[in-house]
């Protein structure tokens, strides 16, 4: 199978495909730097000082005409990429020593061994196709280019849930597996490989206990054949006792003992165990209100702090729910001082408009980062939002997502508009009036995607399963936990310590803040508390006055960005693309704002102060 790829986002100024003979970080950096100076700074001389270390660090230092990047592997690569970004933006180039926050800044990709990609919205597996390994290696190598240009370094290739024959991996497909990694090693991009905990049981043991001998060592053995065939591995992801998944607690065994038996099989070849804790119980009845499914990861994984192995990290998604368009900080993050942990976001827009609505999300990452304070978390990780569609991403803007998520991992201080403006300037050549009109548009994406979906931090109102479009019913009385509790009278979930508890999870100023409806931001209210429709917001408003005002607001905020959408002076692929994929956000705005709005005055029987017509 072959394709081309003609345009890359933000690397226009790379043309050529990388030959697939290099095998150096610093070989694909001269290729890189000879074909793009010439068009980016023909009065410049560049000069490359590989230091014989592995290191992600770069230093680049001007002596006159010559630009000289001193730095190990694969650090040289990003310092060349750092260099030719930055010129083609009319940037000042980094100064000084430049290191990234987060050590691990990885991507998970969710691509299925069929082809298929759990919640993919952009075409079908970059890696696979039929039950096996099919993919381009010239469009592998293309994909290895724009990772190393954002300084992305791990990638995970299959999806968290794994099913037959994706279990392969790690067995009979140990050779093709091998040679991606080959492709990737000199773009600095290690793979992992998510694993079924039930695999031993396929080999004739009657059993997945961990404290099991004859687990133990047919993990052990696995792990050994595993790093004979890609020494570099960075390790394996598990998605265990989760949404049906095999995991530990089926023998009676915590997290901690599930996680650490594969933690000792890997650690002498210095891998990786990245153990996501999105553990909850999916199979909750919608009448029990003691229950609070935000609760769920704090209780499963706090207690255990300390006593995992060293080389284990524990995977947090960046709320307590699941990638909403709103969530606090999950509180767990600051519960596990001493183990290493991981935040994840998602850049597959599940439930954030799947690649058809805009929605940019460095503003929100920034708010995550600065919730968190001065944290210990030491590695990042995102679901991928690529597949095979030409462009990698669906909706051309949404590349804007995946190179953003690169900076913020390599700098999680950078401001999101400087994130936003790099992407744009880099991927189209425009007048600055037209830059800056795409810069606001997608940064004010989220809040107007916000205001006409999720109603002051409710979130689940999507249409159950595919999760795209409104619903506000469609999870109330199902097993998932995910209410938002709507009567006649008041709506949101009091989570206090009155309430759920869930906020007693905090550190005191989380307490603090989101403790009485009046400090709790507005963009959370609902989360924190249960209001009833009269509440008087700090600006005046009624909360269902807020709740209309809202919607009615973010779908004029989506037709005004459709009137900026058209008068921009995009390529005509992209133009054409972010047209007909505006035409679907206008339908999907519409719809939102008249259910949503239509269901809270079904229930609450309060006019619209402005007279306008709730459908
Ligand atoms: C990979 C959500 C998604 C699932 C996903 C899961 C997870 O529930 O809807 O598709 O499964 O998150 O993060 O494991």
Request: proline fraction near 6%.
């Given at each position: 199978m072959t394709t081309t790829t003609k345009r890359l986002s933000w690397l226009p100024f790379l043309t050529e495909d990388i030959p697939a003979e290099y095998t150096s970080s610093a070989q694909i950096a001269r290729f890189e730097l000879n074909q793009a100076m010439n068009k980016l700074a023909a009065d410049k001389k560049v000069e490359l000082n590989v230091l014989p270390v592995q290191s992600d660090d770069y230093t680049i230092e001007q002596q006159g005409d010559t630009l000289c990047i001193t730095a190990g592997e694969p650090g040289i690569l990003y310092g060349a990429y750092a260099l030719m970004m930055n010129l083609a933006a009319g940037r000042p180039l980094p100064e000084g020593s430049q290191q990234p926050r987060y050590a691990l800044r990885m991507l998970n990709c969710w691509d299925n061994a069929d082809g298929s990609i759990e919640r993919g919205y952009s075409g079908r597996s970059l890696f696979f196709e039929g039950g096996k390994f099919d993919y381009d290696p010239k469009r592998m190598r293309q994909l290895g280019r724009l990772l190393a240009s954002v300084g992305l370094n791990v990638m995970c290739i299959n999806n968290v849930n794994v099913r037959y024959p994706a279990d392969q991996l790690i067995e009979s497909w140990l050779p093709e597996l091998a040679e991606l990694a080959a492709i990737y090693r000199p773009f600095g991009v290690k793979l992992m490989v998510s694993i079924d905990y039930s695999a031993p049981m396929r080999h004739g043991i009657p059993t997945a206990d961990p404290l099991d001998e004859q687990v133990q060592a047919w993990w052990k053995q696995q792990a050994a054949k595993v790093y004979e065939a890609v020494p570099d591995l960075a390790g394996f992801l598990v998605k265990a006792d989760s949404e049906h998944r095999p995991g530990p607690f089926t023998y009676g065994r915590n997290h901690a003992e599930g996680a650490n038996m594969l933690a000792r099989a890997l650690k002498p070849f210095g891998g990786k165990l990245v153990w996501r804790c999105f553990v909850y119980n999916c199979q909750q009845d919608w009448r029990d209100r003691k229950t609070d499914r935000p609760m769920a990861a704090y209780e499963h994984y706090?207690?255990?702090?300390?006593?995992?192995?060293?080389?284990v990290i524990l995977q947090v998604k960046n709320g307590p729910f699941d990638f909403q368009v709103r969530e606090p900080v999950s509180p767990l993050l600051f519960a596990m001082p001493k183990t290493d942990l991981a935040i994840e976001f998602q850049l597959a827009q599940e439930y954030t408009g799947q690649q058809i609505d805009i929605f940019t999300m460095a503003p929100m990452w920034k708010e995550v980062y600065d919730d968190m304070g001065a944290d210990k978390v030491m590695s990042i990780a995102a679901v991928t939002n690529f597949g095979r569609d030409e462009n990698y991403t669906g909706h051309p803007f949404a590349a804007a997502n995946l190179f953003g998520y690169g900076l913020f991992a390599w700098n999680p201080e950078l401001p999101p508009e400087a994130i936003v403006r790099m992407w744009v300037c880099l991927t189209y050549a425009m007048d600055q009036l037209s830059q800056d009109a795409l810069v606001d548009l997608l940064m004010g994406s989220r809040r107007t995607y916000e205001k006409y979906t999720a109603p002051l931090g409710l979130g689940w109102m999507v249409s159950p399963n595919h999760h795209y479009g409104p619903s506000p019913s469609g999870y109330e009385y199902q097993a998932w936990g995910t209410y938002h509790k709507a009567s006649r009278d008041a709506v949101g979930i009091d989570r206090t310590a009155s309430g759920t508890g869930y906020l007693m999870q905090y550190p005191e100023r989380f307490q603090q803040l989101y403790g009485t409806p009046e400090s709790c931001p507005d963009v959370l209210k609902l989360f924190f508390h249960r209001l009833r429709y009269d509440y008087v917001m700090a600006d005046g408003r009624t909360l269902i006055q807020r709740i209309y005002d809202d919607h009615f607001e973010g779908l004029e905020e989506t037709r005004a960005m459709a009137e900026t959408l058209k008068a921009l002076p995009l390529p005509e692929a992209d133009k054409a693309e972010a047209l007909e994929r505006m035409e679907r956000q206008l339908v999907n705005a519409r719809e939102w704002c008249d259910i949503i709005n239509n269901f809270f005055y079904g229930y609450s029987g309060v006019e619209d102060a402005h007279g306008r017509k709730i459908y």
């Amino acid at each position: 199978m072959t394709t081309t790829t003609k345009r890359l986002s933000w690397l226009p100024f790379l043309t050529e495909d990388i030959p697939a003979e290099y095998t150096s970080s610093a070989q694909i950096a001269r290729f890189e730097l000879n074909q793009a100076m010439n068009k980016l700074a023909a009065d410049k001389k560049v000069e490359l000082n590989v230091l014989p270390v592995q290191s992600d660090d770069y230093t680049i230092e001007q002596q006159g005409d010559t630009l000289c990047i001193t730095a190990g592997e694969p650090g040289i690569l990003y310092g060349a990429y750092a260099l030719m970004m930055n010129l083609a933006a009319g940037r000042p180039l980094p100064e000084g020593s430049q290191q990234p926050r987060y050590a691990l800044r990885m991507l998970n990709c969710w691509d299925n061994a069929d082809g298929s990609i759990e919640r993919g919205y952009s075409g079908r597996s970059l890696f696979f196709e039929g039950g096996k390994f099919d993919y381009d290696p010239k469009r592998m190598r293309q994909l290895g280019r724009l990772l190393a240009s954002v300084g992305l370094n791990v990638m995970c290739i299959n999806n968290v849930n794994v099913r037959y024959p994706a279990d392969q991996l790690i067995e009979s497909w140990l050779p093709e597996l091998a040679e991606l990694a080959a492709i990737y090693r000199p773009f600095g991009v290690k793979l992992m490989v998510s694993i079924d905990y039930s695999a031993p049981m396929r080999h004739g043991i009657p059993t997945a206990d961990p404290l099991d001998e004859q687990v133990q060592a047919w993990w052990k053995q696995q792990a050994a054949k595993v790093y004979e065939a890609v020494p570099d591995l960075a390790g394996f992801l598990v998605k265990a006792d989760s949404e049906h998944r095999p995991g530990p607690f089926t023998y009676g065994r915590n997290h901690a003992e599930g996680a650490n038996m594969l933690a000792r099989a890997l650690k002498p070849f210095g891998g990786k165990l990245v153990w996501r804790c999105f553990v909850y119980n999916c199979q909750q009845d919608w009448r029990d209100r003691k229950t609070d499914r935000p609760m769920a990861a704090y209780e499963h994984y706090a207690y255990l702090d300390g006593q995992f192995e060293d080389n284990v990290i524990l995977q947090v998604k960046n709320g307590p729910f699941d990638f909403q368009v709103r969530e606090p900080v999950s509180p767990l993050l600051f519960a596990m001082p001493k183990t290493d942990l991981a935040i994840e976001f998602q850049l597959a827009q599940e439930y954030t408009g799947q690649q058809i609505d805009i929605f940019t999300m460095a503003p929100m990452w920034k708010e995550v980062y600065d919730d968190m304070g001065a944290d210990k978390v030491m590695s990042i990780a995102a679901v991928t939002n690529f597949g095979r569609d030409e462009n990698y991403t669906g909706h051309p803007f949404a590349a804007a997502n995946l190179f953003g998520y690169g900076l913020f991992a390599w700098n999680p201080e950078l401001p999101p508009e400087a994130i936003v403006r790099m992407w744009v300037c880099l991927t189209y050549a425009m007048d600055q009036l037209s830059q800056d009109a795409l810069v606001d548009l997608l940064m004010g994406s989220r809040r107007t995607y916000e205001k006409y979906t999720a109603p002051l931090g409710l979130g689940w109102m999507v249409s159950p399963n595919h999760h795209y479009g409104p619903s506000p019913s469609g999870y109330e009385y199902q097993a998932w936990g995910t209410y938002h509790k709507a009567s006649r009278d008041a709506v949101g979930i009091d989570r206090t310590a009155s309430g759920t508890g869930y906020l007693m999870q905090y550190p005191e100023r989380f307490q603090q803040l989101y403790g009485t409806p009046e400090s709790c931001p507005d963009v959370l209210k609902l989360f924190f508390h249960r209001l009833r429709y009269d509440y008087v917001m700090a600006d005046g408003r009624t909360l269902i006055q807020r709740i209309y005002d809202d919607h009615f607001e973010g779908l004029e905020e989506t037709r005004a960005m459709a009137e900026t959408l058209k008068a921009l002076p995009l390529p005509e692929a992209d133009k054409a693309e972010a047209l007909e994929r505006m035409e679907r956000q206008l339908v999907n705005a519409r719809e939102w704002c008249d259910i949503i709005n239509n269901f809270f005055y079904g229930y609450s029987g309060v006019e619209d102060a402005h007279g306008r017509k709730i459908y």
